[in-house]
């Protein structure tokens, strides 16, 4: 079994900044895919970012120049520091580990608020 756990969310103004971190426990596979999602209310849950375990990462297309993915291999911790950050950012964020191409595993998410 896997557990995902994220952390770092909160309130912050239009402009600024946050650091999302994920930490993965468990039987992990040395071939994953970790990334992140978010889900505004009302709509459906979409890819932010994600990061292979060989580096290579894909970003959203509303998210480039802003967000940067990275982690850390030996800790299997995900982070995503998230700059200029904008009303439309606010959402749910969970963090996801797929391995094995089939196994999904899910956080409980954590809430990003951005306020004008």
């Known amino acids: 079994q896997v557990h995902v756990v994220e952390s770092g969310g909160g309130l912050v103004q239009a402009g600024g900044s946050l650091r999302l971190s994920c930490a993965a426990s468990?039987?992990?596979?040395?071939?994953?895919?970790m990334g992140w999602y978010r889900q505004a209310p009302g709509k459906q849950r979409d890819l932010v970012a994600r990061i292979s375990s060989g580096g290579s990462t894909n970003y959203a297309d509303s998210v480039k120049g802003r967000f940067t993915i990275s982690r850390d291999f030996a800790k299997n911790t995900l982070y995503l520091q998230m700059n200029n950050l904008k009303p439309e950012d606010t959402a749910v964020y969970y963090c996801?580990?797929?391995?094995?191409?089939?196994?999904?595993?899910w956080g409980q998410g954590t809430q990003v608020t951005v306020s004008s």
């Open positions: 468990g039987s992990i596979f040395s071939d994953n895919i």
């Open positions: 996801k580990l797929t391995q094995g191409i089939v196994y999904n595993f």
